[in-house]
């Protein structure tokens, strides 16, 4: 429980799905929130859930497909808490079903902005910090998405996440700031839908793993959060 006892974690995407999941998570283990929707008024539900948890709670608003956006949630921690020592790039957006030869260009590009590029912007803003501080965790959303072209943007953006957050580590290596990435696995959220494999609940525990790694531990690698699903109950 003491490991995250007072840290902040900023968790993108956290009024839904997968990001309220975690953010309900780390709150149980003691850790202060800076929860993030698109509108100020979408994080309500999640700060009710964390009220009786004794943690303590700030909001951020932005959509993160445009710069002005990107910027307001950067603002909003600074205006808060100041600083996040856990960094859960969770935001992400679903393209279109569609054969892989009808993608356009402006649909990857699209897709990139929220699932890349923002994530990237606040890796900026705040990694660097992390290590001046000689303590962070970043955790980058990934996916398992194999063989399923009609929906390549989203593919394709999930393997330049993977590829960005082992440059990052690579980076960061000997800072005592991990940075790994996360495949919550297929989870009935509205992006996953409702014939996805398994309930969004059980994102829990594995989703908090790479949070919970000791000092210098495993940086650059994959975790699924489905295999830890023996340690629900």
Avoid at 88 to 99: D, F, I, L, R, S
Avoid at 224 to 232: H, N, V
Wanted: hydrophobic fraction near 40%; include cysteine.
């Amino acid at each position: 429980m003491k490991l995250l006892e007072g840290k902040w974690a900023l968790v993108t995407g956290s009024s839904r799905g997968i990001g309220q999941q975690i953010a309900k998570g780390l709150a149980e283990r003691s850790c202060n929130l800076v929860v993030h929707g698109r509108k100020p008024e979408n994080t309500a539900r999640t700060v009710e859930l964390l009220a009786s948890s004794g943690v303590q709670v700030h909001s951020v608003s932005g959509d993160l497909s445009s710069k002005q956006g990107i910027r307001s949630v950067i603002d909003g921690v600074r205006s808060g808490p100041g600083h996040v020592d856990i960094l859960y790039n969770n935001a992400g957006v679903m393209c279109a079903w569609k054969p892989i030869w009808e993608v356009t260009s402006e649909e990857i590009l699209d897709i990139f902005q929220v699932n890349l590029l923002a994530m990237i912007a606040l890796c900026n803003a705040f990694g660097p910090e992390m290590k001046r501080r000689g303590y962070g965790r970043i955790i980058n959303l990934s996916s398992g998405i194999t063989d399923t072209p009609n929906l390549t943007a989203y593919g394709i953006s999930k393997a330049a996440v993977d590829k960005y957050s082992r440059d990052l580590a690579f980076e960061l290596s000997g800072s005592n700031v991990l940075v790994n990435y996360l495949d919550p696995g297929w989870l009935q959220t509205d992006l996953g839908g409702e014939n996805a494999t398994y309930p969004v609940e059980d994102v829990l525990p594995g989703a908090l793993v790479p949070a919970l790694l000791e000092d210098n531990g495993p940086s650059g690698q994959l975790f699924a959060a489905q295999d830890y699903r023996m340690l629900i109950g």
